[in-house]
């Protein structure tokens, strides 16, 4: 299976910046997502990383506050802009194999974002 | 929401015994996958089973699936301490985008 390698893995960051988070995958991948976990709660998927192309929003996440860049098959990044207490989560990439196959998805160690 | 449901929510048991968690979920699917988060950090894939399954294994996990019922369950048998993580169950829908709908999570404790 793939290897994911996401940076940072924690970050403080102050209200109104930005933090922009990487996912490298060490083989090409034709899928990747971008997850949010809120604290205590489960997985909501944010958009989908379309290389060469702008990413998917899911319904409630737009791509004011949630920009992402896919420049190639093996590379994605997610920014979050002008944070607010309410984006304290953990952000997670995975990556899926883009065959009809049923293949699992993998996922990244996830960022832990606090915001002051 | 098209969220998923588990339970339950917390399970508490003794080591050695065994566990069942279960997840409902709401539309078709093209398959659904386990996975088990320690302390917040990233999901660790456990086990996929196909829409066409109906029961799969890996060494002491055992999924079911039922899509009548739109239920799966995930039993963990001879508990370890090591086992103490949150399960999530997730869809993947059949519209093949490789998308994933979580279910709300079971947070398993295994005491000593």
């Known amino acids: 299976s793939a290897v994911i390698s996401q940076k940072p893995s924690r970050d403080i960051c102050q209200r109104g910046t930005s933090l922009t988070i990487q996912c490298q995958v060490d083989s090409q991948v034709t899928m990747m997502f971008w997850y949010r976990q809120q604290p205590g709660q489960s997985l909501t998927l944010i958009a989908t990383?379309?290389?060469?192309?702008?990413?998917?929003?899911e319904s409630g996440f737009v791509i004011d506050k949630f920009p992402i860049s896919r420049p190639n098959l093996t590379f994605s990044t997610l920014t979050v802009s002008n944070l607010s207490p309410e984006d304290s989560s953990i952000y997670l990439c995975?990556?899926?194999?883009?065959?009809?196959?049923?293949?699992?998805?993998?996922f990244g160690d996830g960022t832990r974002l606090s915001i002051l | 929401s098209q969220q998923g449901e588990e339970d339950p929510q917390a399970l508490s048991i003794q080591e050695g015994e065994n566990a069942t968690m279960n997840c409902s979920y709401k539309t078709s699917i093209n398959n659904l996958q386990w996975y088990r988060q320690n302390s917040g950090r990233g999901l660790v894939h456990l086990i996929l089973i196909r829409s066409n399954e109906r029961e799969k294994h890996s060494g002491r996990l055992r999924v079911t699936l039922d899509t009548s019922k739109k239920s799966s369950s995930l039993l963990i048998t001879a508990s370890r301490a090591a086992d103490t993580a949150s399960y999530f169950c997730?869809?993947?829908?059949?519209?093949?985008?490789?998308?994933?709908?979580f279910g709300t999570g079971t947070r398993l404790t295994i005491i000593p």
């Open positions: 997730a869809t993947e829908n059949n519209f093949g985008n490789e998308k994933l709908t």
């Open positions: 990383a379309n290389q060469g192309s702008e990413a998917t929003y």
């Open positions: 995975s990556v899926g194999t883009g065959a009809t196959g049923n293949q699992p998805q993998h």
